[in-house]
């Protein structure tokens, strides 16, 4: 498989796998998916342990 670089240096593939991963995660914890790209973007890891950690813990407060 080829793998294509963005003009910002990234690998469409990364991006595409990203995405793929917060639209599950999304479905899985029930919240949108504007809400676990925010995640992502304030702990500024796209490790899928990391950010489902930080969706528990906002459910936890509400």
Known sequence: ???T???NGT???DAA???ETIA???KRHRVS???VREIARKLGSSERGAIERE???GKSRR
Do not use: F, H
């Open 33 to 35: 998916v504007a809400i």
């Open 11 to 13: 690998d469409r593939t």
């Open 24 to 26: 599950y995660l999304a």
């Open 5 to 7: 670089k963005t003009p």
């Open 55 to 57: 969706i528990e813990r």
């Open 1 to 3: 498989m080829s793998q």
């Open 17 to 19: 796998g990203l995405e």
